[in-house]
């Protein structure tokens, strides 16, 4: 088992930042590819980035420009560095293993608005 505590989330105005971070209880180069997730409300959670152990990376399009998913296998964290923030980047954050998901942390909150 493993456990994700995600965090960094924030109110944020449009056009701002915010740096996710995802620590994760046990090893994650083990666990392979890592993703981000986002849920808004009444919407299904969708993929947002996903990064391998060898830096292979994918970008929904969505997000494409904007954000950059990055992995410290040391630290057993996965981060994602969000820029232009859009009101419709606004949902609950989360990280699990991309393609074969474990369990599902709480997540953490972004709230773009001015």
Do not use: H
């Not at 493993?2 to 915010?18: K, N, T, W, Y």
């Not at 994918?58 to 996965?78: C, H, L, P």
């Not at 560095?81 to 980047?89: A, T, Y």
Request: some cysteine.
């Amino acid at each position: 088992q493993v456990q994700f505590v995600e965090s960094g989330g924030g109110l944020v105005q449009p056009g701002g930042s915010l740096r996710l971070s995802c620590a994760a209880s046990r090893s994650i180069s083990s666990l392979g590819t890592m993703g981000w997730y986002r849920q808004a409300p009444g919407k299904q959670r969708e993929l947002v980035a996903r990064i391998s152990n060898s830096r292979a990376i994918y970008y929904a399009d969505s997000v494409k420009g904007r954000f950059a998913i990055s992995r410290d296998n040391a630290k057993k964290t996965v981060y994602l560095q969000m820029n232009s923030l859009k009101p419709e980047d606004t949902a609950v954050y989360y990280c699990n293993r991309a393609g074969a998901e474990l369990s599902w942390g709480q997540g953490t909150q972004v709230t773009v608005s001015s």
